[in-house]
């Protein structure tokens, strides 16, 4: 990936990344600000958003609302990453770089990644005029485009030409060898496809070869539903029994009430009513999840009325 010129990442651990932006914060902020900018596409690529967002909101507290000079793009990126925490001011500076830019963005990343974070709340004529700049840029960018181009309901483009974008981009990332953007066009795909098993699969793949554990899980649970409505109700229990044991390993809450509703609904129509009750049981015993609560509260209504009519 081209990262504006500066080469790819080196071997630095994500923490000592974050420790030299640190470091440069106290004595050249100018410095500070081009770090967050290099590292870009190696903290989104490998699912270290949170540390993105703790360099970039030092960063941010130091600059104030002052862009330096000449690092408008950077002090963009810098808004992106540290979006939730951003004052209002901040965000509008970004937006009129943004508006401002004429040409393509230097970093290939920052399409993306404006597009993914600030995207959504744009109108859609705007997102197409930032896409349409972006098509002179590199491969990486030309097929970031793509991908934003058919992403679900960032652009007005119709479900069958959003598809086409998303294939285009997908092709474009396995000629460049580029998991994670393979896999961003893969997640967006089986949104939109009408036999999704092979896509999700693929995506599910490329997950755990990036160690993204949360989405590994959530893309095990979403084939696993997949197989249980085909009736293969053992390789749904597999994957939702996998999904459970990340999620438990990774103290993911949300997904662990996902993969055991998932579980009892496999055990029902598997005739094992006691687990399917095992299950719902220890969903309705995680703390404040109230949706999850609410399905398990209607599955466990399917469950006895199913064993009334037996």
Same mark, same amino acid.
């Given at each position: 990936m081209n990262l504006g010129g500066s080469g790819a990442p080196n071997s630095l651990e994500a923490d000592q990344v974050v420790s030299a932006i640190e470091r440069a914060c106290e004595s050249d902020l100018r410095t500070a600000l081009r770090l967050v900018a290099r590292y870009s596409a190696y903290w989104w690529s490998n699912g270290l958003q949170d540390e993105a967002a703790a360099a970039a909101e030092r960063v941010l507290s130091m600059l104030g609302r002052t862009v330096?000079?000449?690092?408008?793009?950077?002090?963009l990126?810098?808004?992106?990453?540290?979006?939730?925490?951003?004052?209002?001011?901040?965000?509008?500076?970004?937006?009129?770089?943004?508006?401002?830019?004429?040409?393509?963005f230097q970093y290939s990343v920052t399409v993306l990644l404006w597009s993914l974070v600030f995207g959504p709340?744009?109108?859609?004529?705007?997102?197409?005029?930032?896409?349409?700049?972006n098509e002179a840029g590199d491969a990486w960018a030309r097929a970031a485009v793509e991908l934003c181009?058919?992403?679900?309901?960032?652009?007005?483009?119709?479900?069958?030409?959003?598809?086409q974008a998303l294939r285009t981009a997908l092709g474009r990332f396995r000629m460049l060898e580029d998991?994670?953007?393979?896999? $961003?066009? =893969?997640?967006? #795909?089986?949104?939109?496809?009408? !036999?999704? @098993?092979?896509v999700t699969t693929e995506a599910l793949e490329l997950a755990e070869q990036l160690c993204l554990a949360e989405e590994t899980a959530l893309l095990l649970c979403e084939r696993a539903d997949l197989y249980?409505?085909?009736?293969?109700?053992?390789?749904?229990h597999a994957d939702y029994s996998r999904a459970l044991s990340i999620g438990e390993h990774a103290e993911l809450?949300?997904?662990?009430?996902?993969?055991?509703l998932g579980l009892a609904r496999t055990a029902r129509h598997s005739g094992n009513a006691p687990a399917a009750?095992?299950?719902?049981?220890?969903? $309705?015993? =995680?703390?404040? #999840?109230?949706?999850?609560?609410? !399905?398990? @509260?209607?599955?466990?209504r399917v469950l006895n009325a199913s064993e009334a009519t037996a």
């Amino acid at each position: 990936m081209n990262l504006g010129g500066s080469g790819a990442p080196n071997s630095l651990e994500a923490d000592q990344v974050v420790s030299a932006i640190e470091r440069a914060c106290e004595s050249d902020l100018r410095t500070a600000l081009r770090l967050v900018a290099r590292y870009s596409a190696y903290w989104w690529s490998n699912g270290l958003q949170d540390e993105a967002a703790a360099a970039a909101e030092r960063v941010l507290s130091m600059l104030g609302r002052t862009v330096p000079v000449g690092l408008d793009e950077e002090y963009l990126l810098a808004v992106i990453h540290g979006a939730g925490s951003a004052e209002q001011e901040q965000l509008e500076l970004a937006q009129q770089i943004v508006l401002t830019t004429t040409g393509p963005f230097q970093y290939s990343v920052t399409v993306l990644l404006w597009s993914l974070v600030f995207g959504p709340f744009e109108p859609a004529e705007v997102v197409d005029e930032v896409l349409e700049r972006n098509e002179a840029g590199d491969a990486w960018a030309r097929a970031a485009v793509e991908l934003c181009r058919g992403y679900p309901g960032l652009t007005a483009a119709a479900p069958a030409d959003a598809a086409q974008a998303l294939r285009t981009a997908l092709g474009r990332f396995r000629m460049l060898e580029d998991r994670w953007g393979m896999f $961003l066009a =893969l997640c967006s #795909l089986r949104q939109v496809v009408d !036999e999704p @098993l092979d896509v999700t699969t693929e995506a599910l793949e490329l997950a755990e070869q990036l160690c993204l554990a949360e989405e590994t899980a959530l893309l095990l649970c979403e084939r696993a539903d997949l197989y249980r409505r085909l009736g293969k109700l053992e390789d749904a229990h597999a994957d939702y029994s996998r999904a459970l044991s990340i999620g438990e390993h990774a103290e993911l809450a949300e997904t662990v009430a996902a993969a055991r509703l998932g579980l009892a609904r496999t055990a029902r129509h598997s005739g094992n009513a006691p687990a399917a009750r095992t299950h719902l049981s220890a969903v $309705l015993n =995680l703390p404040n #999840l109230e949706d999850a609560h609410f !399905e398990a @509260l209607h599955e466990l209504r399917v469950l006895n009325a199913s064993e009334a009519t037996a």
